[in-house]
């Protein structure tokens, strides 16, 4: 009872810690904010491995050898991370990023997304076709070389030929010298350049596959959280020559567990990061870009749950949608909700001012970069007259309404029978012709979808061009929601397809001086896209020679204590297990095969919380496993299926997703609740062993190569 109470006591006081935290958050001074020392994150390159710090942090002396290692285990594949499990080049990754592998060497008859794969000896492994695995056996730093032949230029313009001159020079000197795929790679936004040099397999074979519903088990609605409860884990072989690689570096397995301070390692590819850029640059994401993203994706994420009751026949596909889009849904209504938070904003602007400090300081470095800011602040105040009318001028096939696309046909119906027959493409030909009208609208129309959209579309426009712009004013006038909707339908002929199908066959001058709206949004906006198109390349050049400039002087000021944005090459991120704050309680650091059917039972055994068959019944498995874990490794998109490793590079787990806190990453790290989710090998051994009966995998595991058969 006194432990009880003890444990009791120690939750009152870490919930009363996180309240004033969050207090002191939400009324805060804005110019007595501070940066922290790893806002910018713990993404560490290997280019420049933290050997200091790892040790200062955790007592680890890492030796070079120790990081080569780690990095010639890591692998990159498309979209994701990979690492190699044995001397037989067996790999191991996410199974999220491996479904549609699945799906590829899946036979007639078969069904390996429900009923998983696992093969029992090498002749069993899958080919997947048109795939690969990429190893990092080679880096090369050019920063000189770069800034030698840019400082030559006399304009941006100069500046940005020459680097791209140089840098394609580069890769293709490095490609003939080391027979290997390179590639040219910028650190530090440009404070910094290498060469990388990939060795590349061809040839990579599905070796095991869960269930997905094992693998995604609580499926949208417990993405991005945590606790987590899956087997997000998929093994494939890299194959050379038709037989397996046989790779000098490869990760160990552990079955040891992790002690609660022990220094955990994640290595992958983190794709995209915005930690290092200017004020300006944020605030013009948040603005429009971010703005624009969550607004769509959030409104047609909602929506869609209300449309499977409005018109039940098709539930399903409106369920299909909502999994298609609800990873991107969360990430941008919360890099966006991030963005939009004093105290976080307040954050980056203290991180800015502390570098401009610094430079307004040095004569030296005020000499050559105090402009940089005022500069970005002049290329984002360009973006800012050409970004709203890109983004409410562009028709995308996820959220654009397809009646805009109809219109779009027809115009260039319209321009094709100006033509000369002999002029047109065939499908507009005579012969061809009634076939080619009848099919401009789409069989497949969902009117509950398409109108939806439409509104939604309808308050992006008006959001992105103002009440006042004639383009609004034409299509909803004073209109918004569900009827601007109604409005604009109420004026057009493409809400009825016999109506569409005459106006087509009036012909082309019928078509251009229709008074449609739809059709008058097509004429006014889509030819000024390409122009739009250009523009904003020519401003992002610009602004990539102050970007450079800001990295340079980033790196002059902080060197290698602090992390390079991510760019999808290959980094090493530290952290420990360690619980956070959630819901007025708790997260466990560490969960187990218990709480997973406490979820299967508590929700009857229901979609998104039902099991495969063969896990039907939990007698087979040692409830007390750790399944999934929390740790507090700085990981983004591209990290999943990123192995998690111990100091001696042994497995104790794989990566898989971060807490909706994670999330906020995309522009600033923030250690006290952004997680890490990983696969604990505790659970994957459990799982192999007593529900797949997995022998060869789990043997090849445990001793780092193939059995005999």
Not at 467 to 479: A, E, Q, T, Y
Request: aromatic share 14%; glycine share 6%.
């Amino acid at each position: 009872m006194k432990k009880i109470f003890s444990n009791y006591r120690l939750l009152v006081f870490a919930v009363i810690i996180f309240s004033i935290s969050v207090s002191a958050q939400s009324k805060f001074d804005p110019d007595t904010v501070k940066a922290q020392k790893f806002d910018t994150g713990k993404m560490w390159s290997f280019d420049y491995p933290p050997t200091e710090y790892f040790n200062e942090t955790y007592g680890f002396e890492a030796t070079q050898e120790w990081f080569d290692d780690v990095r010639l285990s890591a692998l990159r594949v498309p979209g994701c991370t990979s690492s190699f499990q044995s001397e037989d080049g067996l790999m191991m990754t996410n199974y999220h990023c491996a479904e549609g592998l699945v799906k590829k060497v899946q036979k007639e008859g078969e069904d390996l997304v429900t009923n998983g794969f696992f093969a029992k000896t090498l002749a069993e492994e899958r080919k997947i076709p048109d795939y690969y695995t990429e190893q990092l056996v080679f880096i090369k730093d050019v920063t000189q070389e770069i800034k030698s032949a840019v400082d030559t230029a006399k304009t941006n313009e100069a500046k940005i030929k020459l680097r791209e001159e140089k840098s394609k020079q580069l890769v293709e000197q490095y490609n003939k010298e080391t027979g290997l795929s390179c590639q040219f790679i910028s650190l530090f936004n440009g404070g910094k350049f290498s060469i990388y040099g990939y060795k590349r397999y061809d040839d990579v074979r599905l070796v095991f596959a869960p269930e997905y519903q094992a693998a995604f088990f609580g499926g949208d609605y417990d993405n991005f959280t945590y606790p987590r409860y899956n087997l997000d884990c998929a093994f494939l072989r890299a194959y050379e020559n038709d037989k397996p690689v046989k790779a000098a570096n490869y990760f160990k397995w552990t079955t040891d567990g992790i002690k609660p301070g022990e220094p955990i390692f994640t290595v992958g590819n983190p794709g995209y990061t915005q930690r290092l850029k200017t004020i300006a640059f944020l605030e013009y994401t948040r603005d429009i870009t971010y703005k624009n993203l969550s607004f769509q994706y959030d409104n047609l994420f909602n929506e869609l749950e209300r449309l499977k009751s409005v018109n039940p026949s098709m539930k399903d596909n409106y369920e299909k949608i909502r999994r298609r889009i609800g990873n991107a849904q969360k990430v941008y209504h919360q890099v966006y909700k991030g963005l939009t938070d004093p105290y976080l904003f307040a954050r980056k602007k203290a991180f800015q001012k502390e570098i401009q400090e610094k430079v307004w300081n040095d004569s030296e470095l005020k000499e050559q970069y105090s402009s940089i800011w005022e500069n970005i602040e002049k290329t984002r105040a360009e973006m800012k007259k050409v970004g709203p009318k890109y983004g409410a001028y562009t028709l995308n096939n996820i959220f654009s309404s397809k009646y805009f696309f109809i219109a779009k046909s027809l115009v260039e119906l319209a321009g094709q029978l100006q033509k000369p027959e002999d002029q047109r493409e065939s499908k507009f030909k005579a012969d061809k012709l009634d076939s080619t009208i009848n099919a401009i609208y789409p069989a497949d129309f969902d009117k509950y979808l398409e109108d939806t959209k439409l509104w939604i579309q309808a308050d992006l426009i008006r959001m992105n061009l103002g009440d006042d712009d004639p383009i609004v004013k034409k299509l909803f006038g004073d209109n918004k929601g569900k009827e601007a909707a109604e409005f604009i339908l109420g004026n057009s002929v493409i809400d009825d397809v016999d109506d569409m199908i005459d106006l087509a066959k009036e012909g082309a001058d019928a078509i251009m001086n229709s008074d449609d709206p739809f059709i008058y949004f097509i004429k006014e906006t889509q030819d000024k896209i390409p122009g739009f198109q250009k523009l904003t390349k020519e401003i992002a050049s610009t602004e990539q020679v102050y970007d450079d400039m800001l990295g340079q002087v980033v790196f002059k000021i902080y060197g290698t204590s602090i992390p390079p944005d991510a760019n999808f090459t290959l980094r090493i991120s530290d952290g420990v297990l360690k619980s956070f704050d959630y819901n007025g309680t708790i997260a466990p650091t560490v969960t187990t095969f218990h709480g997973m059917y406490d979820r299967y039972y508590s929700f009857n055994k229901e979609y998104p919380w039902n099991l495969p068959d063969r896990w039907e019944d939990p007698d087979v498995l040692d409830l007390s496993t750790p399944f999934n874990f929390t740790s507090t490794n700085d990981i983004v998109g591209g990290n999943s299926g990123s192995p998690v490793i111990n100091k001696n590079a042994e497995v104790v787990g794989l990566a898989f997703d971060g807490n909706m806190e994670s999330i906020y990453g995309n522009f600033i790290f923030m250690p006290h609740n952004n997680r890490c989710v990983s696969v604990d090998v505790r659970g994957m051994m459990e799982a192999f062993e007593e529900v797949f009966d997995a022998d060869r995998l789990v043997e090849e595991l445990k001793e780092g190569k193939l059995p005999k058969e």
